[in-house]
T-cell receptor, first 118, second 113 residues
Framework: DAGVIQSPRHEVTEMGQEVTLRCKPI?????LFWYRQTMMRGLELLIY????????DSGMPEDRFSAKMPNASFSTLKIQPSEPRDSAVYFC????????????????FGEGSRLTVL | QQQVKQSPQSLIVQKGGIPIINCAYE??????FPWYQQFPGKGPALLIA?????SEKKEGRFTISFNKSAKQFSLHIMDSQPGDSATYFC????????????FGEGTQLTVNP
């Protein structure tokens, strides 16, 4: 399997522009997570989906952020309008929760999308 | 209630040393405690995990020690190598919540040759 695939790997944009980050989870995984990583705040969970349904979006910073999962193989995280404080590495992760063994629920992360908002 | 506190923030050891990273949690409902390892430019990857029914778990040179009464757990790396230099995150979750992990702040480990 190719693992979790994220695009773009790097994005530089100007304040006020719309940013769309994309994620393809591992086939067969039923959970999908969006995390944001910064030096100041570490790894923050933004939102997660189970079977394409958003379960918890309490980590989404504000209404400028939105996420969708139209099918089991694709998700997007959109920021509109973007601001300099949104600069971070955004990770998508997927997992399959079987309830068995210590690897149950193991998160498989993509390589991240590094966003810079000028 | 949902926080996981990790220390130290950074750690430097010599090759062969035994770095120890500590974590403390508050939510007694947590029952799954993984450690993730992250190399620069990569996403975190699962290293080792423990459930509270055991006090210790070993995988190769990596050991988790778990103290349920103190609500603390730690990662020990035996015979550390320069290739172990990475950022380590502890995490915790409730099994019933699937994989919704709460991560610690991370520890940047440097192992000098």
């Amino acid at each position: 399997d190719a693992g979790v695939i994220q695009s773009p790997r790097h994005e530089v944009t100007e304040m006020g522009q719309e940013v769309t980050l994309r994620c393809k989870p591992i086939s067969g995984h039923d959970y999908l997570f969006w995390y944001r990583q910064t030096m100041m705040r570490g790894l923050e969970l933004l939102i997660y989906f189970n079977n394409n349904v958003p379960i918890d979006d309490s980590g989404m910073p504000e209404d400028r952020f939105s996420a969708k999962m139209p099918n089991a193989s694709f998700s997007t995280l959109k920021i509109q309008p973007s601001e300099p404080r949104d600069s971070a590495v955004y990770f998508c992760a997927s997992s399959f929760y079987s309830g068995q063994g210590f690897r149950s629920g193991e998160l498989f992360f993509g390589e991240g999308s590094r966003l810079t908002v000028l | 209630q949902q926080q996981v506190k990790q220390s130290p923030q950074s750690l430097i050891v010599q090759k062969g040393g035994i770095p120890i990273i500590n974590c403390a949690y508050e939510n007694t409902a947590f029952d799954y405690f993984p450690w993730y390892q992250q190399f620069p430019g990569k996403g975190p990857a699962l290293l080792i995990a423990i459930r509270p029914d055991v006090s210790e778990k070993k995988e190769g040179r990596f050991t988790i020690s778990f103290n349920k009464s103190a609500k603390q757990f730690s990662l020990h790396i035996m015979d550390s190598q320069p290739g172990d230099s990475a950022t380590y995150f502890c995490a915790a979750s409730k099994a019933t919540s699937g994989s919704r992990l709460t991560f610690g702040e991370g520890t940047q480990l440097t192992v000098n040759p």
